[in-house]
């Protein structure tokens, strides 16, 4: 089915239908996601993951981005969803002393643009606006338009195109800021999916477009006569085949750190008769449990391909996330300068890169912990997060978090 798994189709569901309608308005806010912020989720005290580093909460975000979005939210102001507080509760963080407070206004999730007869009385669907395949759409982008500006002079729409396979990286070996007409946030570099960006994102954007520049070299040594096309879309391959195994490997036992959850996880890519047999012998069995999942026949076992509501769910990590990081030099560990989150996101992302230096960004990162994912340790930047507050708007990611799930049926 060749629609299968586009940019623009559905999310699916992991539950039964029935299961999966939103809470009706009126019991979208009780308790207030508001509230369940405050006691349950503000950071009381950094609570840190001491077999973890940042940069394993800078690697699910990237490859959140390449799996799904929902996209921009609804700005229709009948659909806003309104928050309750409290009276001691003072929002956003900047209300004048004696102000009265209002209501949290939360933008709604944006809904299908294809609804139709069939979707009566059935729970309200979503669409991923990205790819929903393991594809490296966060390094390449959900559409051709953006795949062929990453492979411009400058990152430039009316660039010169690249025709040696590569992606364009400046003389430094760095990403260009952003600079499409239609670059949302000119401040962020130029990625596939540069959303929420911050120090973490850039790195990893940075060393995977080096490592997919660095594939077609060698592709391009074993294969003198191929075509720049041919070498940029193997090369592509590469790059999402090896994120993919990162991610099964590497992330997800670091993350479950437990004998099941590694044997699991290994199982998943080499079977159960594990990595050295497979090396040693290849595939013995198309059975999956035997030989692992890569190589196997496709088998969507009745269903289209793809991403579902309550697969994204799971993956609102954001108490991984330190509130402050010191940054040391990779040489001999020495202080050079603390930055707070906020001060690594958008903009700041390339200014401290720029300040300390990649390789003292990146080793930082290695070897700073992320907060654990329990109770009370959800980043107080992340609660106070100033949107546009020149205009007065502010988020609780915390409240948006807990209110999304109910609204999208999980």
Same mark, same amino acid.
């Given at each position: ?8 189709? %559905? ?5 039964? *239908? ?8 009126? =019991?979208?806010?009780?308790?207030? #996601? ?18 973890? &580093? ?13 799996? *799904?979005?929902?996209?921009?939210? /609804?700005? /229709? ?19 004048? $002393? ?17 609804? &139709? ?12 606006? $990205? ?45 260009? *800021? =952003?600079?499409?007409?239609? @670059? ?11 959303? &929420? ?9 940075? !060393? ?9 070299? @060698?592709?391009?040594?074993? +294969? ?19 994120? @993919? ?23 998943? +890519? ?34 289209? +391909? @793809? ?8 993956? %609102?990590?954001? #108490? ?32 401290? %890169? ?10 930082? *990162? ?12 959800? #980043?107080?930047?992340?609660?106070? !997060?100033?949107?546009?507050? $020149? ?20």
């Amino acid at each position: 089915q060749p629609w299968m798994g586009m940019a623009g189709r %559905r999310f699916g569901r992991n539950a039964p *239908l029935a299961d999966t309608f939103g809470e009706r308005k009126q =019991d979208l806010m009780s308790p207030s #996601p508001r509230l369940i912020s405050n006691r349950l989720l503000a950071r009381e005290s950094f609570v840190p993951v001491p077999s973890l &580093n940042v940069m394993a909460a800078a690697w699910i975000q990237f490859m959140v981005h390449d799996w *799904l979005s929902h996209g921009p939210n /609804d700005p /229709d102001v009948s659909r806003h969803l309104r928050v309750p507080l409290e009276p001691t509760d003072r929002w956003p963080p900047d209300l004048p $002393e004696g102000a009265p407070n209002e209501p949290m206004t939360v933008l709604s999730t944006t809904t299908c643009a294809d609804l &139709n007869p069939a979707d009566e009385g059935r729970p309200i669907p979503f669409t991923n606006t $990205e790819t929903h395949w393991w594809d490296g759409s966060q390094i390449y982008g959900s559409s051709w338009q953006r795949l062929d500006q990453l492979r411009r002079v400058g990152g430039r729409p009316d660039g010169e195109r690249l025709e040696n396979g590569k992606l364009w990286l400046d003389e430094g070996g760095f990403l260009p *800021l =952003d600079p499409g007409l239609q @670059a949302k946030r000119p401040d962020h570099e130029l990625a596939g999916i540069n959303g &929420n960006w911050w120090i973490g994102l850039s790195l990893l954007h940075t !060393l995977f477009a080096r490592e997919h520049n660095t594939v077609a070299d @060698a592709l391009r040594a074993e +294969y003198p006569a191929a075509s720049g096309e041919w070498i940029f879309q193997k090369a592509r391959l590469v790059v999402a085949a090896l994120t @993919a195994k990162i991610h099964t490997v590497e992330w997800t036992p670091a993350l479950m750190d437990s004998p099941v959850g590694r044997m699991a996880m290994r199982g998943n +890519y080499w079977g159960v008769l594990g990595e050295r047999f497979h090396k040693g012998m290849g595939r013995i069995s198309d059975n999956e449990v035997v030989s692992g999942i890569p190589g196997t026949p496709p088998d969507h076992h009745g269903a289209p +391909y @793809a991403m579902t509501e309550e697969f994204g769910a799971v993956y %609102r990590l954001h #108490p991984l996330l330190p509130d402050e990081f010191d940054f040391r030099a990779h040489e001999d560990d020495r202080h050079l300068t603390r930055k707070t989150l906020l001060d690594v996101f958008a903009g700041g992302a390339t200014q401290v %890169r720029r300040e300390v230096g990649f390789a003292n960004a990146l080793y930082s *990162l290695a070897t700073l912990n992320p907060g654990a994912m329990v109770l009370h340790n959800y #980043p107080e930047s992340l609660r106070n !997060l100033p949107k546009k507050p $020149e205009e007065g708007i502010w988020l609780d990611l915390a409240t948006v978090d807990v209110l999304r799930d109910r609204e999208r049926g999980v």
